[in-house]
């Protein structure tokens, strides 16, 4: 399959929106928001993050918009992020847009958080060679529920 990132365009943002409606996706990410069905905060949250997100991609599998994948947050703090359509888990994708990011930003560290028990995205953090740097327990919209949430480093 052909990953590739591009720069986001509005009309990526429908698919967007498509993505986060899927209950076990969100279950799987736990930090979304707590009404993946309000387009309007989902409007607003994207009219956001295209005015602060230092690098922001449309991730894309042999040319279809598949998800998203950005870097946000000052420079001591910079994380990254990513977001795959449940349709396509499982295929590599995760791990191949994360490396095409990461090669676009070459500033260390950069910092990830995933829920604990999401070993899928765990997984694609350590194969970009992410290691697990702290532990935290929140609350999780995306599970109404306070969870485990691992914090993950690359290159301190």
């Not at 943002?13 to 989902?42: C, G, I, K, S, Y």
């Not at 990513?82 to 499982?90: E, H, N, S, T, V």
């Not at 500033?107 to 953090?125: H, I, K, M, W, Y």
Request: proline fraction near 5%; glycine fraction near 8%; aromatic fraction near 8%.
């Amino acid at each position: 399959m052909d990953v590739r990132l591009r720069e986001v365009r509005e009309s990526d943002l429908p698919a967007f929106f498509a993505m986060t409606q899927d209950p076990e996706a969100n279950r799987m990410a736990a930090f979304t928001v707590e009404d993946p069905a309000d387009r309007v905060r989902f409007e607003a949250h994207w009219a956001r993050i295209l005015d602060s997100a230092d690098v922001l991609r449309t991730v894309l599998a042999d040319g279809a918009v598949v998800g998203n994948t950005a870097v946000y947050g000052p420079p001591e703090e910079r994380e990254v992020t990513y977001w795959i359509d449940r349709a396509y888990w499982g295929r590599g994708i995760a791990t191949s847009a994360l490396r095409e990011l990461l090669v676009l930003v070459p500033e260390r560290p950069l910092f990830a958080r995933a829920a604990a028990d999401n070993t899928g995205s765990v997984r694609v953090l350590e194969k970009c060679g992410f290691t697990v740097s702290g532990h935290h327990r929140d609350f999780a919209p995306g599970r109404g529920e306070e969870i485990d949430e691992l914090v993950l480093t690359l290159g301190v």
